[in-house]
């Protein structure tokens, strides 16, 4: 009997591993007779850019025949589109950029990662170009920093276009002099290889053609190839979203403001839990920005002053350092980026009020006198209702007590809380005043 079940369990065992066997091998290929489609729109940050990479590891993890990103975009921070450069250059499966759909644009940012691609392709009434360097903000940056910034972006456009045979003097005016071109132009000026009116005549151009990858030179092909469609999900897009470093910031000053609240009067609940999530959201932002943690630590330097003010009679002085703090600090979180100033200003002197009046009422409720139990009972006034030599009953605070005094006290009289003694008052007769 006991033989008989081991054999029925083997023979189990054997068989579920075969059918996983069978639609692993199926699975795969299936996805080695695919083409992974990511759909890029919007700004590029570290958002777009993780999601972006995510999507070509997948692809080359499940050896997709090719990744084509189609690509809608009006720029974005340097950094990111870097991430996005670094991938496609590193990839070990064809990367096709494809800008579409009709009226979409590859600018900014997205230039350098057109060009990057193994084959760059666009749809009829796109554009690119405009590729100069601007601010986070959009402004204009000094002429020194400017001259800086300019020649390494051109530097580093010229050896990606060399690299893949582009147009090497367009990429670099592109980036010095903004100039902007469109599909059919960007052909014949050879920045982009070839004009596609959508995803399956993209699929007939691209079959049959010679491309090079890290591993040497290999021919695509696109016939009965299938379209396995990638678009943000849900994480993505809060990320995206979050990813704005002024939004991250504002996250990060609700979440400390909730928390120090909640702190400072516990009980309120609704300051904490809002708190609580905004940080966590803050900090989840934190991992795709660029964070400066002397930043930080200044922003956390100014909330112990902060509270440090409850406790130490500073005159003000440690909540003008508070502010201070949180200033310096605001400008510094982020390395690459920057906060906007008009939105830094208003937020410190909202945060930083909001944490002195805090302060404020915490020191004044801390050295206010007691209103209720013993502590609060001294120095009230009761009256006498039984004879107290030494110990008899007052009546105070709108209750009965035993109490213990020196001096006799007839009923009737008055008579001050000085002290106690477990749950018996100590008191004194109340002198009269004319």
Same mark, same amino acid.
């Given at each position: 009997m006991i033989k008989k079940r081991i054999k029925i369990s083997l023979f189990t065992i054997f068989v579920v591993a075969l059918i996983i066997g069978i639609i692993s091998i199926h699975n795969s290929q299936g996805k080695q007779n695919s083409a992974m489609v990511i759909e890029l729109e919007g700004t590029i940050n570290p958002g777009t850019a993780q999601f972006v990479i995510k999507s070509l590891k997948r692809a080359e993890s499940n050896e997709y025949r090719l990744a084509i990103i189609r690509l809608d975009t009006p720029g974005g921070l340097d950094t990111s589109m870097r991430s996005i450069v670094k991938a496609i250059l590193n990839s070990s499966i064809p990367v096709v950029v494809y800008v579409a759909? *009709?009226?979409?644009?590859?600018?900014?940012?997205?230039? @350098?990662? /057109?060009?990057?691609? $193994?084959?760059?392709?666009m749809a009829?009434? /796109?554009?690119?170009?405009?590729? $100069?360097?601007?601010?986070?903000?959009?402004?204009?940056?000094?002429?020194? @920093?400017?001259?800086?910034?300019?020649? %390494?972006?051109?530097?580093?456009?010229? &050896?990606?276009?060399?690299?893949?045979?582009?147009?090497? %003097?367009? +990429?670099?005016? +592109?980036?010095?002099? &903004?100039?902007?071109? /469109?599909?059919?132009?960007?052909?014949?000026?050879?920045?982009?290889?070839?004009?596609? *009116?959508?995803?399956?005549?993209?699929?007939?151009?691209?079959?049959? *053609?010679? #491309?090079?990858l890290n591993k040497g030179k290999i021919k695509i092909v696109t016939k009965g190839v299938q379209?396995?469609?990638?678009?943000?999900?849900?994480?993505?897009?809060?990320?995206?979203?979050?990813?704005?470093?002024? #939004?991250?910031?504002?996250?990060? @000053?609700?979440?400390?403001?909730?928390?120090?609240?909640?702190?400072?009067?516990?009980g309120a609940i609704l300051p904490g839990v809002v708190g609580a999530i905004s940080l966590i959201l803050a900090f989840f932002a934190f991992q795709t920005l660029p964070v400066n943690y002397a930043g930080l630590l200044l922003i956390a330097l100014a909330i112990i002053f902060f509270i440090a003010e409850i406790k130490v009679a500073s005159y003000g002085l440690l909540s003008v350092a508070g502010l201070i703090s949180l200033t310096l600090g605001s400008v510094m979180l982020f390395e690459d980026v920057r906060v906007s100033l008009k939105l830094i200003m208003p937020t410190t002197i909202m945060i930083g009020g909001f944490f002195v009046v805090i302060a404020f009422l915490a020191f004044r409720a801390y050295r206010s006198k007691p209103k209720s139990g013993m502590e609060g009972l001294i120095g009230e006034i009761g009256v006498v209702e039984e004879r107290i030599d030494p110990v008899g009953l007052i009546f105070a605070h709108g209750e009965y007590w035993k109490a213990t005094s020196k001096e006799v006290a007839e009923q009737g009289e008055k008579v001050r809380v000085v002290g106690s003694r477990g749950l018996e008052l100590i008191v004194g007769k109340e002198k009269e005043t004319n």
């Open positions: 759909p *009709r009226g979409a644009r590859a600018a900014s940012a997205g230039v @350098m990662i /057109t060009i990057a691609a $193994h084959v760059a392709a009829p009434q /796109t554009n690119i170009g405009a590729a $100069h360097p601007v601010s986070a903000g959009g402004k204009e940056i000094s002429k020194t @920093m400017s001259e800086k910034v300019v020649n %390494d972006m051109v530097a580093y456009v010229r &050896s990606i276009a060399k690299e893949r045979g582009r147009n090497q %003097d367009w +990429a670099e005016k +592109a980036i010095r002099e &903004s100039v902007s071109i /469109t599909a059919d132009v960007a052909v014949k000026e050879k920045v982009v290889d070839l004009v596609a *009116r959508d995803l399956d005549e993209l699929l007939e151009l691209l079959d049959g *053609r010679e #491309i090079v379209l396995t469609y990638v678009t943000p999900g849900w994480r993505d897009r809060v990320l995206n979203t979050i990813s704005n470093p002024n #939004i991250a910031y504002v996250l990060m @000053m609700i979440g400390m403001a909730g928390l120090y609240f909640e702190l400072s009067h516990p």
